[in-house]
Structure formats: C-alpha cells, structure tokens
C-alpha cells in the first residue's frame, strides 16, 4: 500500500497499517501528516544511495512522531546481509527519530528467498550485539524484544507453562510466527538467550537481572495505582466539601 492510499474513504476506519510504501507522489503536503484514525503505522524501510534513510521516508516518520503515532520500520534483512545499511546506524536513527523496527525473516514478501536463515541468524546476532553495547537504546525491536519479553514471562509464570505458549501479537503472528518454521525460530531464539547469559555471566545472573526489572516494574505500577487512589479520595473530599457548603 502505498502512503496516499491511507487518505482513501475505504481506510477512514483503519487502526494498523504496515509495509507502507512511498514514491515521487508521497511527499504531497497532503500526505505529510497521518490520518488520525491510524493506532500504529509501518513503513518498508527505504534508503538512498549512501545506505541512510530516504530523506522522503525521514520527514513522513518525523511527522508520524509529532502526532504521536507508533511508528514501526520494516527493514528487508537483506539490506543488512548485503551491507546496503549498517546495523549501527539503524540502531542510532531509531534511537534519534524515535521509532521501533522489524527485522523481516526469509520467506516474508519483502525478503523472499533473498537470504537464508542462517544469513538471518548472523543479522539477529549483530543486532543484538549493538543494542547490548548501547544500554540506553530503549526501541523495540522485533523479533529480538519480543523474545525478551518472553524471557521476562518466563520469570513470571515459569518455563513448564511457556512449552506451547504462542504470541498474541497479531503483528508477530503475521510477519514471523507464519513465516518461519518454528525449528528455525527456536533456533534463533536459543541463541539470544545463550548471548544473554554470556552477557550477563550466566543463567542465574540474567534471571537474577530480570527478576529485578520485574520488580520495579512491580513498584512503580504500585506507586502509580497508590498515586490514583490517593487523588481519587482527595478529589472526593473537596467534592463533599463543596456539597456541604452549598
């Protein structure tokens, strides 16, 4: 699809739309801020001839940004495999323009039979190596955060009940879990978790490091809930109050 598609009258009602494309068209003023019904927005990653991202695609997200809708980029591994775009780089613009992106697998429509699984393990790994060297990048990043939140759920419910857990994530469904075998993507994600053991010195340390994300997660969610209740009931007072004086 392309960007002035999502201005059409048969989308006023779409809330997700992915692998948007643009052309020499989608730079029009009236294309340059998103339809509002829009709840998140994915774009095929485009580059230029020096591999940054296309200037056309840079403004479209900035202004994707300003109006606060999730923006997700949709980069064909292969751009990485051939090197037309360096991780590093993609990691720092996403970090600089404020967006999430996906790693698209061999078999997705945009990658095709262009690289191999095996390719695609050595792309998901130097990723990974390049968020771990870089602890304040906070974007999500698919397949691989996905996976770590199944590692955080793993903390939490245990890994007996995880054998036949499947994603809820339409987006994940779609784009990976309906496209890879799942030897192949037990295959990658054995090897993250093995890359985050290494990092953090161990099975033990890194759960160790989980469990303490878990709890401030689970602090803060009590600050903010005791935060509620507390003006909740200040807010009532000062309504009885005004009764009374009435």
Known sequence: MLLQDLFKEENKNLEYAYSITLDENSSAVEFSTPPSNLKEIGFVFKVDSEGTMDETLMDVVINCRLTNIPTLIEVPTQLLVDETVQAKYLIQIAKNVEFSFALLPPGHELVGDSITIEQYKEVIMDVLE??????????FVYPISNFLEYLMLEQ?????????FRPENEYVEDNFSNVMTKEHSDQFKSLI???????????????????????????KTKDIYKDIVVHSISDYSEEEKNLESE
């Open 156 to 164: 939490i419910l245990g890994k007996e009940k995880l054998q036949n």
């Open 130 to 139: 390049k968020m771990l060297a870089k602890p304040d990048f906070d974007k």
């Open 193 to 219: 978790r093995n890359r985050l053991y290494d990092f953090y010195g161990g099975e033990q340390e890194f759960n160790l490091v989980a469990q303490t994300i878990l709890d401030g997660v689970y602090q």
